[in-house]
């Protein structure tokens, strides 16, 4: 079946997607308190980066009082969700968007209208999505919080994630490499420094992985007079860059898993052996920096794909 025929069989009426809409505004501000000097924080980085973590520690800066706004947490509202991420796991995104943006929106404007706060959690690849979302946040202080994270440990949370949803829901969905790195390579840092240069916003901060996923390391802000790097472009590639020490070392922890994958044949699901490879080559070339840098690393010898899928 077609997407355009999943959509026409799965579409939701206007009185359906109402009701859902309202149940979604019941829940998500249930225990919140509009303030007066409103915050609006925007968490942007690429799939896998750790943006959950950066909204718990938000959602703990804010004492818990704050209204979170993810479209990804908003589609198991959908009444059939489960049906289609079983029986159509491949178009189930496209499918359930159909109706989840409609409240993504509405949730949105609702929680800025009443002057709460707000986490909004995203990639940051379309700028005009992010001036008009920018524009509507108008009376609250607006921060944008960006992700330095190496692609290696993206990809690597990329890929434990779906093992987690095969193993609880019986079924996973893998991002495209190509469409992971439009976001890691080109769109999310070119979309900050306009936001930068053009201040879009009151400020601009830069975090890297902690020890623990609620803790991200501050390493830049566009407040900060007496920073080390000029401008938040600067910042992402030293975080990326600094990043791969603790990612290798997480790709050793997994290496027997990846490497099954490689040797697997899963003729259904050839972006997962994409993925598996990029990691398993970032890794090994890694390896090789180390080694040309301080004569000191052996580099292992594995079984590896050796073609690069980026």
């Not at 077609?2 to 009701?19: G, I, M, V």
């Not at 009444?79 to 178009?91: F, G, Q, S």
């Not at 890691?184 to 840092?189: A, G, L, S, T, V």
């Not at 900060?224 to 990612?247: L, M, P, T, W």
Request: with cysteine.
């Amino acid at each position: 079946m077609s997407t355009d025929e999943l959509k026409a069989k799965y579409k939701l009426s206007q009185e359906e997607n109402e009701a859902i809409g309202n149940k979604i505004l019941e829940v998500m501000i249930a225990g919140k308190t509009p303030v007066e000097m409103p915050r609006c924080v925007f968490d942007f980085g690429p799939p896998g980066s750790g943006k959950t973590g950066l909204a718990g520690f938000g959602i703990k800066v804010m004492h818990d009082n704050v209204i979170m706004i993810n479209n990804d947490e908003l589609r198991h509202f959908h009444p059939k969700a489960e049906e289609l991420r079983k029986l159509y796991p491949d178009e189930y995104i496209k499918v359930v968007n159909e109706d989840s943006k409609i409240w993504t929106d509405n949730l949105f404007e609702y929680a800025i209208k009443n002057r709460y706060n707000v986490i909004y959690e995203g990639t940051g690849r379309n700028m005009r999505v992010l001036n008009e979302l920018f524009d509507k946040a108008n009376g609250h202080q607006k921060i944008v919080r960006a992700m330095a994270v190496s692609d290696l440990n993206c990809l690597l949370s990329m890929l434990l994630r779906y093992r987690g949803q095969k193993q609880r829901l019986g079924t996973g969905r893998m991002v495209a490499a190509d469409t992971f790195y439009k976001s890691y390579d080109n769109e999310m840092i070119e979309n900050m420094m306009t936001i930068e240069k053009e201040k879009l916003v009151d400020c601009i901060e830069v975090y890297m992985r902690g020890e623990h996923p609620s803790t991200p390391e501050l390493i830049y802000s566009s407040l900060d007079e007496k920073s080390k790097f000029d401008g938040v472009a600067a910042a992402i590639e030293f975080g990326r860059e600094n990043d791969y020490e603790q990612a290798a070392r997480n790709y050793e922890k997994e290496e027997t898993y990846i490497q099954q994958l490689l040797r697997a044949d899963f003729g259904q699901e050839p972006e997962l052996i994409n993925i598996a490879s990029k990691i398993d080559t970032l890794y090994i070339n890694y390896i090789d920096r180390v080694k040309n840098s301080d004569g000191k690393n052996e580099k292992k010898k594995r079984f590896s794909r050796e073609e690069d899928v980026r």
